[in-house]
């Protein structure tokens, strides 16, 4: 009989010890196949987010550079509900330059979808925050009583989304998880054809044009949220638009928003006549300073950003990534760390287990040994017995336990590996299809090596009983009871 169909054999004889055995066994290599994967999908995705973030600042810096020109205006929060209509927010007289004036009565904040209430409107060159809804009439002095104006830009941003509370440091806090943005802006000749105020980074379809009504330029996060492309139709509040074309991101600003009409956002979120921000153009770039001081002493109640501010932010944001990112790095650090001491564990536990269960194996065939050597089987013929014996119990875990791994990758890896804060972007609802979290899988490389850990580590175990049991001699095995 060969060697083979001999350690075959006495392996079925033993199903019991076999099948234990193999079970442990198995179960190392599934934690041998898991932890590796669930480094790899960590480091992967901390690497990926990081790049994605570091891209986005760098198109966000270029944006910035290309509108210094530009000037941001916002109504301040203390001034929330100043300029309603007296239909709609009781009696509002306004004052000189538009301020200073009184209100009676209270807003209705049904009339804006939620008015005030935290994420209706959207404000801020970065998105974050909320913003009140401006009167848009009372600014249209801005164009014609302040020189080195080249345009104005009325806006109005709202976000859609739900609200998620959370809880930080013992308190309670509501956020809103964003879903999508629309920008409103007046789809005229003179600002779309001159100054920077669509997406110029059109992926598919074609960008606004003048006159433009009905239809929406969508970012390819809104695209994926929604499920459309480029000539189909998206509901956007209960409204029907058509999809003219695809932006990708250009700044960090941009990766959730929607283009439309200006006319168009103001009547689908019942806003007609309101804005949310303003974008005043110099003439030229060394007019900002002297533009800016003059929107803020004719309107006091606007919160005046420029250019160079946007820029002083941004340095600020690239500084408080490039500290996650250091966190992040030091976190995956820890789980490397972790991930090799739990290796190491898992790899002596296997080798011990062989050890023991081949050692036992031989004290218990040893007449059998003997019996084996009486009848002319040498040396290595007996040593390869016990060592093909090791192995086969050793490829046969090691198949349950990477069948085992390979389903069960990231429940294990998430019980054994420490948590990995990859610094996301909070508070945003990005489309099913759009990974945000680390995915781990096993793939063919960790597969295999494990598989050869498996072998290896059933030799290793098997290779001192089995060359015991070589060197038992006939005669005194043949005594043992």
């Not at 669509?198 to 433009?212: C, E, F, I, M, Y």
Request: aromatic letters at 6%; proline letters at 3%.
């Amino acid at each position: 009989m060969g060697i083979i169909n001999r350690a075959i054999r006495n392996i079925s004889r033993r199903k019991i010890r076999a099948s234990l055995v193999i079970i442990a066994l198995a179960f190392s290599m599934a934690i041998l196949v898991s932890i590796p994967a669930g480094v790899v999908a960590n480091q992967k995705s901390a690497n990926d987010l990081a790049n994605n973030l570091s891209n986005t600042i760098g198109q966000t810096g270029e944006t910035i550079n290309q509108t210094l020109n530009q000037i941001d205006c916002s109504l301040a929060p203390s001034f929330s509900g100043f300029g309603f209509r007296a239909a709609d927010a009781g009696t509002f007289t306004p004052g000189q330059g538009g301020i200073g004036g009184t209100r009676s009565g209270g807003f209705d904040p049904n009339q804006f979808g939620g008015g005030t209430v935290g994420g209706q409107f959207g404000g801020g060159p970065f998105g974050g925050g909320e913003a009140s809804p401006m009167n848009q009439t009372l600014y249209n002095d801005i164009n014609n009583s302040i020189s080195g104006v080249a345009a104005v830009e009325p806006i109005l941003q709202a976000s859609e989304g739900s609200n998620e509370t959370v809880s930080m440091f013992g308190r309670t806090f509501t956020r809103q998880l964003t879903s999508y943005t629309i920008e409103g802006i007046p789809l005229t000749s003179d600002l779309i054809d001159n100054y920077p105020v669509l997406s110029t980074n059109v992926t598919a379809g074609r960008n606004l044009k003048a006159g433009d009504s009905g239809v929406v330029l969508l970012s390819e996060n809104n695209s994926a949220y929604f499920g459309v492309g480029v000539g189909d139709t998206v509901s956007i509040l209960g409204q029907g638009f058509t999809v003219v074309g695809i932006h990708g991101t250009s700044s960090a600003s941009d990766r959730l928003v929607l283009y439309m009409n200006l006319s168009d956002a103001q009547a689908v979120t019942n806003n007609t006549g309101y804005i949310t921000s303003l974008r005043v153009f110099t003439q030229t770039s060394d007019l900002v300073t002297q533009v800016s001081t003059a929107i803020s002493t004719l309107h006091p109640e606007l919160t005046v950003t420029t250019g160079q501010e946007r820029l002083t932010q941004l340095d600020s944001l690239q500084s408080t990534y490039n500290t996650a990112l250091e966190s992040a790095q030091a976190s995956i650090g820890q789980t490397q760390t972790t991930a090799l001491e739990e290796i190491i564990v898992v790899v002596a536990a296997t080798s011990l287990i062989v050890l023991f269960v081949m050692l036992y194996t031989v004290r218990e065939r040893t007449k059998e040994i003997g019996t084996l050597k009486a009848i002319g089987f040498s040396n290595s013929s007996v040593m390869g017995q016990f060592l093909l014996e090791g192995v086969l119990l050793s490829v046969i875990a090691g198949a349950v336990g990477i069948a085992i791994g390979t389903l069960a990758a990231p429940t294990l890896s998430a019980l054994l590996l420490p948590s990995v804060n990859l610094f996301g972007v909070t508070g945003v609802r990005v489309a099913s299809n759009v990974a945000s979290t680390a995915v781990v899988s096993v793939n063919l490389e960790i597969v295999l090596l494990a598989f050869g850990a498996s072998v290896a580590l059933g030799a290793l175990g098997s290779l001192y009983p089995a060359w015991r049991a070589a060197k038992i001699r006939p005669a005194e095995a043949m005594k043992y009871e």
